[in-house]
């Protein structure tokens, strides 16, 4: 049910932002970036709440979650029970009802940055259904999935130093191709440009180098999820990509949405991963559901024209959870640390209209998506606006993102 707030724009159905959710981010209007949580149409400032005393001090101030993220889950619930006391429709002392209002911006007039300082990113490809879709583009149907494929989240190491809030525009990128009849590669931009629609977990808690952590550990170290779009140059990747993976292909731009969502917010909407089709080992088997059920789509608004939705999903479709990957990842003894990112992968269902990329919606180019306004694209044209958008549904009210949303500039011009 809708937890009704005094901010009245909270309490419309509609809102990505009830007091059911207060997500966590980074915001300034002119002034130093500090941390905020969004409620309805307004952004609080959570260091103005902090140096009244109304919050724990968590380093609200700092211009990144970091410091509030690595103390732990404790101090997020108390924090969370704090805002929700103030916030909540029948909160009575005026005295704390004045500094909150203080402490409000309109949405609208904020800038909005990059939530906290990506300590290192690690992209997976842990949803079954792209990766069956894209193995049987290359590979046919009866090689569609790595012989690995059941039994571990597959996933790399990605760069943090380009990841990016919405709304930052992304440079075409340039790399090395090769066409099929061509004897040599050449150098140039990118043209087959993608997206993949997924969700960001966040680590919260760091894990020690040499300690392996359990899935219910790894649940425990998340402290809250983004919108995430991994995009890709599918030429440069083709290339690059045997035999070690992904490279320049991917390492150019990750783009998430602004807000942090937490678990507690996300509590009501979990659900189990799918029945396995083979017995997972004993360290990365389901305890309890692990997923979410969350309604996840992609809008496309070519060069002048309008927008159109060319994607609608949901989160529920992946294979594994975001603890089962975290899991894996420290399996070996690998250390995580507060601000990593992990990126679930693809997020694709069965039907066409589910895929969550355009490799997949026009099946590697040769089925040409029209969009809404009469345009066709195989794959991303320069000044094209892709935007990832996601909420999870309750009773009344909704748990929203905000956007994630980039645009395409023209590559830089390569010298001769």
């Not at 909407?269 to 396995?276: G, L």
């Not at 990365?284 to 002048?304: C, F, H, N, R, W």
């Not at 355009?358 to 694209?377: A, N, S």
Request: aromatic share 8%; glycine share 10%.
């Amino acid at each position: 049910m809708l937890k009704p707030s005094w901010i009245a724009s909270a309490n419309d159905p509609q809102c990505p932002f009830p007091l059911n959710n207060l997500p966590f981010g980074v915001f300034s209007n002119g002034g130093a970036p500090r941390c905020a949580t969004a409620i309805g149409d307004k952004v609080l400032d959570l260091a103005a709440l902090e140096a009244a005393n109304l919050l724990p001090a968590c380093g609200f101030d700092e211009p990144a979650l970091n410091g509030f993220m690595a103390k732990g889950p404790e101090a997020w619930q108390a924090v969370r029970d704090g805002l929700t006391r103030l916030l909540a429709d029948d909160a009575a002392n005026q005295d704390s009802r004045a500094m909150v209002t203080a402490a409000l911006h309109d949405a609208a007039e904020v800038q909005l940055h990059l939530p906290f300082q990506v300590s290192e990113y690690t992209d997976f490809y842990a949803g079954k259904q792209h990766a069956t879709n894209v193995g049987t583009m290359f590979r046919g149907p009866e090689n569609a999935l790595p012989p690995n494929w059941l039994h571990i989240p597959i996933g790399y190491n990605g760069r943090a130093s380009t990841v990016v809030v919405s709304g930052t525009d992304i440079r075409r990128p340039l790399g090395q191709t090769k066409a099929p009849d061509a004897a040599l590669p050449s150098f140039g931009p990118c043209q087959r440009l993608d997206i993949e629609l997924e969700m960001g977990a966040v680590v919260g808690l760091p894990s020690p180098m040499g300690q392996p952590v359990s899935v219910d550990e790894a649940d425990a170290m998340i402290f809250g999820y983004v919108l995430l779009n991994d995009w890709s140059a599918r030429d440069i990747q083709a290339w690059e990509y045997q035999p070690l993976g992904p490279f320049q292909a991917k390492a150019f731009a990750t783009t998430i949405s602004p807000w942090v969502v937490t678990k507690a917010a996300l509590e009501p909407f979990r659900c189990a991963t799918p029945e396995r089709e083979k017995p997972l080992l004993p360290h990365l088997q389901d305890t309890s559901p692990m997923l979410y059920d969350i309604e996840l789509g992609v809008s496309m608004t070519a060069k002048g024209g309008a927008p159109s939705v060319i994607c609608q999903t949901n989160y529920r479709h992946m294979y594994y959870s975001a603890a089962q990957q975290l899991a894996h990842h420290s399996s070996s003894g690998c250390a995580m640390r507060t601000g990593d990112l992990l990126g679930s992968g693809t997020i694709s269902g069965p039907e066409k209209h589910q895929f969550g990329s355009l490799l997949e919606l026009t099946w590697g180019g040769k089925e040409p998506l029209t969009l809404d306004d009469g345009q066709t694209r195989r794959f991303i044209e320069d000044g094209d606006t892709l935007a990832l958008h996601g909420h999870a549904q309750g009773e009344g009210y909704r748990v929203g993102f905000g956007s994630c949303k980039g645009s395409i500039l023209p590559a830089l011009e390569v010298e001769a």
